[in-house]
């Protein structure tokens, strides 16, 4: 789950990590309050959405009167924000933050993001702050700093005094700056984010660290242990679809094709997906019942799946372990009558109970197209697609 810079800038303070003063504002007329209340003469407003790249794209600006701020917030309010990590349909903007200027002397990058290879924290570091980082990988790798965190002790003093040196923080900031780098490590931990970028952290003409923007991100797994992060989860920024299947418990990703996959196992749909796209065809979704599937559940997957006007054919494909063949094919024709599916349906069953499942299927009378081994489901799905009817296939 992602969260908004303000609300990442929120949990960072609570860890002793220091940001700027700000406001959020739902109207112009806020945002030339907020700057207000802030102070000084320089003030910075910024979209709050869940993408990256919003300078670029004309969603930070930078003002030197109330009348900027507000006209500023005026532009970017109730308008889609297109950048290069948002895909093209954009994001939403419906809320900003405003906050105070500062004089900035050095920016610099930290970064927190799990190695599941090595099943540690890595710590990144690196003097070009302001950048995208997988640009400074490409154009300036000698200044990227890594750190491997040992899991059993977590993130040492001297590991962040280390980094604070390699960043070029001077002698008399170094105290500072470990305070602030195991700060942000503790944020990681605690809260269970498998992802923490400041980008900048800048150092200030002041002598002070502070983060200037922030990036969080959580695993959706861990967030029972914490109730005050699901309550940051904002589903304006989210694709409904993904929003609507995730309130039922399922997992759906939207896609640019036209075949939809019901699947279960995000292995499995990673291999549906290869086999579409070898046989020529190219998946519009997939959504992944999961273990345990009942009828009931797999006619939601249906309702979920065929909800994409993209979608013209629909390739069911199983291997049932914890999940029943029988229980899959009964949701499977349960959602076919109810809701009066007219698209071609193929459906591959493997594992457990699969002959009562293909029984229930072949006994039903609704009109499937069978197969046996997922190379062959996927040929028949594209076909399907291309022709528009099941007959063709």
């Known amino acids: 789950m992602d969260i908004h810079e303000y609300q990442a800038k929120e949990i960072l303070a609570k860890f ?19 700057a207000r209340e802030i102070g000084g003469s320089v003030w ?31 532009r970017m309010l109730g308008r889609r924000l297109v950048t290069h990590q948002s895909g093209p349909a954009g994001k939403m903007v419906n809320r900003l933050y405003v906050e105070g200027g500062v004089h900035i002397a050095k920016e610099l990058y ?49 590991q962040a005094r280390e980094l604070a040196f390699k960043l070029g923080i001077p002698g008399s900031a170094v105290a500072d700056a470990t305070r602030v780098i195991l700060g942000a490590y503790r944020c990681f931990r605690d809260k269970d984010s498998n992802m923490l970028e400041i980008n900048p952290l800048v150092f ?21 242990r914490h109730p005050d992060i699901s309550e940051l989860r904002d589903k304006s920024q989210e694709d409904p679809r993904e929003t609507q299947a995730a309130d039922r418990g399922l997992s759906y990703v939207g896609l640019d094709g036209d075949v939809g996959c019901i699947v279960n196992g995000a292995g499995l749909a990673m291999a549906t997906m290869d086999m579409i796209l070898l046989e020529g065809g190219a998946p519009a979704n997939f959504l992944d019942i999961g273990g ?17 006007k993209n979608v013209k054919v629909v390739l069911v494909n199983i291997f049932a372990g914890i999940n029943r063949c029988d ?22 069953l493997a594992g457990t109970n699969v002959e009562e499942g293909r029984r229930i299927i072949d006994e039903s009378g609704i009109n499937v197209i069978s197969a046996t081994t997922l190379a062959e489901a996927a040929r028949l799905s594209v076909q399907a697609a291309k022709t528009g009817t099941a007959a063709a296939a």
């Not at 002793?16 to 907020?34: F, N």
């Not at 919003?54 to 917030?73: L, Q």
């Not at 040992?150 to 003093?157: D, N, Y």
């Not at 002070?208 to 991100?217: E, H, R, T, V």
Request: hydrophobic fraction near 45%.
């Open 16 to 34: 002793g990590v220091p940001i700027p003063k700000g406001g959020l504002a739902y109207s112009p007329e806020q945002a030339a309050y907020r």
């Open 44 to 74: 910075v407003v910024k979209a709050q959405v869940h993408t990256g790249g919003r300078g670029k794209a004309g969603g930070v600006k930078v003002c030197k009167t109330e009348h900027e701020v507000e006209e500023a917030a005026d």
């Open 110 to 158: 930290l970064g927190f993001v799990l190695d599941r290879s090595e099943q540690r924290v890595i710590v990144i570091g690196s003097t070009e702050g302001g950048m995208d980082i997988e640009e400074v990988a490409e154009t300036k790798p000698e200044s990227i700093v890594k750190i491997s965190v040992e899991p059993a002790v977590g993130m040492q003093a001297f």
């Open 204 to 224: 200030t003409q002041e002598g002070q660290l502070i983060a200037l923007d922030a990036k969080m991100s959580f695993d959706d797994n861990a967030l029972f």
């Open 292 to 308: 345990g599937a009942t009828p009931e559940r797999v006619a939601k997957a249906f309702r979920l799946v065929t909800q994409d």
């Open 327 to 348: 229980w899959v094919a009964q949701g499977v024709v349960k959602a076919v009558e109810i809701a009066g599916l007219e698209l071609p349906l193929v459906v591959r």
